[in-house]
């Protein structure tokens, strides 16, 4: 563009406008090709994921969360006239350690809910596969507990306010339309009697009774913590006999599941931390179930046989291990509190430590090994039907 201006002398000025080369109009098109192909790949990847993505992987959430109750549980204030040297010194452990804890859980169980949300809406077949599966329904109660022990352990609500009422109804009417629906199908019509479908899975059902109840408990709500303990704990003592017998429903449980095993003595444990927060103490009735829990305990790990299989390779079934071993010392940590006694105080810190070990250990595998998170060969995935992402 020329331009002619007046002055002492004519002078004229010469504009070069540029105008787009071939060289930047292929930049262009390789960019816009390079996002199409990563966008593309990206959308794969979360394919893949949610396709063997199950309610089973709140195993993890299960974990960290019973591990942040627990160690709530052991550095809160004790009264000043215990002489309990351990508590004293379990207390001396910095409040950041919890609550970097708790944050981790609180992240984990965010990141698996909204994993699964969308598992929901894009692979719709696959959870009504794992619906009518009669494993993976009963981990459906898995996230619901998740919820209901960070609520206990959480360091910014306390039982009294109302944002804890109304969250513990948010994650407590899940478990009551969840029991609705599986332990009405054990005796009406149907083919999913219990003596066909139960296996030791079908214990996260009560679970889920007690935790709420425990929950409800702290909030002084004692008729529906009786209510949530009566309906858990009725089920079972049914469930129990029908286990305890063998029946063959039980033996259809895939080998690389045994981990799950763990669980019977997991439900004893938070019945007795269940009812300790009823009754206002630990008292015979809490001790009796803790001791029951404990003879489970000691006869599974008296049977490592039993475990040889699915403990070959690595897999997020091991996170079964977690959560029965924590809540387990949280009902130690209650009945040495209740006792006060050296053996007691013993077996609280042996079992502390034990699931603190645990749960480090598979965080560790966890992040070192995230592939194997996701195997081709899972009995729970290996049950659903591909459905694309559209």
Not at 102 to 127: E, G, H, N, P
Not at 141 to 165: D, G, N, R, T
Not at 196 to 223: C, D, F, H, Y
């Amino acid at each position: 563009m020329a331009k002619l201006t007046q002055g002492s002398q004519s002078q004229i000025e010469l504009t070069i406008v540029p105008t787009p080369t071939i060289r930047t109009i292929a930049t262009k098109n390789n960019q816009h090709s390079l996002l199409i192909v990563v966008v593309q790949r990206i959308k794969e990847s979360l394919r893949s994921i949610l396709s063997r993505f199950h309610a089973g992987y709140f195993r993890i959430s299960l974990s960290l969360g019973g591990q942040a109750l627990l160690w709530k549980t052991l550095i809160e204030p004790i009264d000043v006239d215990d002489t309990d040297t351990i508590r004293h010194v379990l207390r001396m452990f910095h409040p950041t350690a919890f609550l970097a804890l708790w944050f981790l859980a609180l992240v984990t169980l965010i990141l698996l809910s909204f994993l699964y949300i969308l598992r929901c809406l894009f692979f719709t077949k696959m959870v009504k596969v794992e619906f009518l599966n009669h494993v993976g329904v009963n981990y459906l109660f898995a996230p619901w507990i998740s919820w209901l022990l960070l609520l206990q352990s959480a360091p910014f609500v306390a039982p009294k306010e109302v944002s804890y009422l109304v969250l513990w109804w948010i994650f407590a009417v899940p478990v009551v339309a969840l029991d609705v629906k599986i332990y009405g199908q054990w005796f009406t019509k149907g083919k999913k009697f219990l003596s066909t479908v139960a296996n030791p899975t079908s214990q996260i059902s009560v679970i889920g009774n007690l935790v709420g109840a425990q929950a409800a408990a702290n909030m002084g709500w004692k008729e529906c913590a009786v209510c949530l303990f009566s309906l858990g704990m009725v089920h079972y003592l049914v469930l129990f006999v029908t286990l305890y017998q063998r029946l063959s429903g039980g033996n259809r449980l895939p080998a690389m599941l045994r981990p799950v095993f763990f669980l019977f003595f997991a439900a004893p444990s938070v019945a007795s931390l269940a009812w300790a927060s009823i009754a206002g103490a630990f008292d015979t009735a809490s001790k009796m179930l803790f001791f029951l829990s404990l003879f489970f305990f000691t006869s599974l790990v008296c049977r490592p046989a039993l475990f040889k299989r699915s403990m070959r390779r690595f897999n997020v079934a091991w996170w079964a291990y977690s959560f029965p071993l924590t809540v387990l010392a949280l009902a130690s940590t209650e009945y040495a509190q209740e006792v006060k006694g050296g053996i007691a105080n013993f077996l609280m810190l042996l079992l502390s430590a034990l699931s603190a070990l645990v749960a480090i250990c598979l965080t560790v595998f966890s992040l070192l090994n995230p592939k194997m998170l996701l195997p081709d060969n899972d009995p729970i995935a290996s049950l659903h039907i591909d459905s694309p992402i559209s």
